[in-house]
């Protein structure tokens, strides 16, 4: 208990000016942050769409069960971003074959040399594409090939560019899409087997059904190419990655696994640790490029 | 110039109960009756959708066909009718069928009434069982790459096909490109 009696009339009369100052200084504060906060959200409310979407990147690039790593992949500099947007490409040697780690860098090093790339010119695009697999071909003769996938971002706009079964992954709203379609067998077989009217269970089970209809080191590829591009949302998470992460972790599974709030260093910790958890035996080499959207003044 | 594609699938029922119908003078029309979500006779109702159609010859308007229909057919039909005009397209749709349009890079579902339509702009027409096993975002994507209306739809089937092997209820949809 404080007995004030007892305290000098000048010191009393001290405390109750401090004790107003004070208030004075809290009200102050609390009406200033309101005003601030309500000034920001009406202003970013008004120009979200002049603010800018702008890639956070991060990537993983693992070997798995394997012996060699034949995935490879390729990121555009970061500082060159506003000029000719961001380009990230992942190649995946294919199994089975000889030279699959020369031929996936052979294609990134060679989309490196090709930098910029122009982001309206798809067609121009997916020839530089299909010029590097006629290179492959005459080279190794189909004795060796890769995959490709790579996205072109240029502020809220994508283009993607697809050879293979890689993929290209976009997840809005906590739901996963593959972009790309696979080329392999399977969708020949699932196309023959709709227009017979008769379900596509059997184009699961033939042991064709992954065989790849195109690839890099295929001559006059047919390049998987978007003929206008995508519009993109903040928050919207691109993987591009080989199918090394799929196969240990299906598109659900991702989705489930990330947080929207997380950042693309957070997110690529989360997918590679979650492949790592699912401890398959015969984990073929994983590699995965994150670019997280995020709307911003800079 | 208008290109499209239709695609009926029976999927793992009995019978096809859907209808998709197409007209392609005065004006293309495309209409769809989700048949296979009526409990009670689906086939009458989906030949009667398409005989009212078929009268019709094209040249009543879709408020006018509407009313005909609510009239005529069982009060839980589900039905889009959408009919492609000079500078756009006009739609009604009633229940689990439904149109999307991709334009700029983006997919809309198109509303009751007129919509102006420009060159590159894409429509798939379908039943909601069909919608159950992709994303809007599939459907853009493959929108944006395929060079045609039946590599569209078979890229959506593609989809389809990863998630239920077509063992499913009757597919029912029509892709639209508009070309110059």
Redesign the interface.
């Known amino acids: 208990m404080y007995d004030f009696d007892l305290l000098p009339d000048d010191t009393v009369f001290a405390l109750y000016v401090a004790l107003v100052l004070f208030a004075i200084a809290f009200v102050s504060f609390v009406a200033i942050s309101l005003y601030t906060l309500i000034k920001m959200t009406v202003y970013s409310k008004k120009h979200e769409d002049k603010l800018k979407l702008t890639p956070d990147v991060a990537f993983f690039h693992e070997r798995g069960k394997r012996g060699n790593q034949e995935d490879s992949v390729y990121i555009s500099p970061l500082e060159k971003i506003e000029d000719s947007g961001l380009v990230a490409a992942c190649s995946d040697g294919m199994g089975g074959l000889l030279n699959g780690e020369v031929v996936s860098k052979y294609v990134t090093d060679s989309l490196k040399e090709n930098y910029p790339f122009k982001f309206d010119a798809q067609a121009d695009n997916a020839k530089i594409i299909s010029g590097i697999s006629d290179k492959v071909y005459e080279d190794f003769h189909l004795s060796a090939g890769a995959t490709l996938v790579m996205v072109h971002i240029s502020d809220d706009?994508l283009n993607?560019y697809s050879l293979g079964d890689s993929n290209i992954i976009?997840i809005?709203n906590n739901?996963a899409?593959?972009?790309?379609?696979?080329q392999n067998y399977?969708?020949i077989m699932?196309?023959k087997?709709?227009e017979g009217?008769?379900?596509?269970?059997d184009?699961?089970k033939d042991p064709r059904a992954r065989g790849l209809t195109d690839f890099v080191g295929n001559f006059k590829c047919n390049v998987?190419?978007?003929?206008?591009?995508?519009?993109l949302r903040d928050n919207d998470i691109i993987i591009v990655g080989s199918d090394g992460v799929t196969d240990s972790m299906p598109l659900n599974r991702i989705a489930g696994h990330i947080h929207s709030d997380q950042n693309a260093p957070g997110i690529a910790r989360m997918i590679k640790y979650g492949v790592k958890s699912s401890k398959n035996p015969r984990q073929d080499n994983y590699s995965a490029i994150i670019i997280k959207m995020r709307r911003s003044i800079v | 110039m208008i290109e499209y594609y239709t695609f009926k699938h029976r999927g793992d029922a009995l019978d096809f109960s859907d209808e998709v119908f197409l007209r392609l003078v005065p004006n293309l029309t495309v209409a769809l009756f989700f048949g296979s979500n009526l409990k009670i006779a689906p086939k009458s109702q989906a030949l009667l959708f398409s005989e009212i159609l078929n009268s019709e010859e094209g040249c009543k308007s879709i408020e006018y066909l509407s009313s005909v229909f609510d009239e005529c057919l069982d009060e839980e039909s589900e039905y889009l009718i959408l009919r492609v005009l000079k500078n756009g397209v006009e739609c009604y749709r009633r229940g689990g069928v439904f149109a999307k349009i991709v334009k700029d890079g983006q997919i809309h579902v198109l509303p009751n009434g007129f919509f102006g339509l420009n060159v590159g702009d894409s429509i798939v027409c379908a039943t909601s069982n069909f919608y159950k096993y992709l994303t809007d975002e599939g459907i853009l994507a493959d929108a944006l790459v395929s060079g045609s209306c039946s590599d569209w739809m078979n890229m959506l089937i593609r989809r389809i096909s990863d998630q239920c092997q077509l063992k499913c209820g009757n597919l029912s949809a029509v892709t639209l490109k508009l070309n110059e």
């Open positions: 706009l993607f976009l809005r739901r899409t593959l972009l790309n379609n696979k399977a969708s699932i196309k087997f709709s009217g008769i379900d596509t269970v184009a699961y998987q190419m978007t003929s206008k591009p995508m519009k």
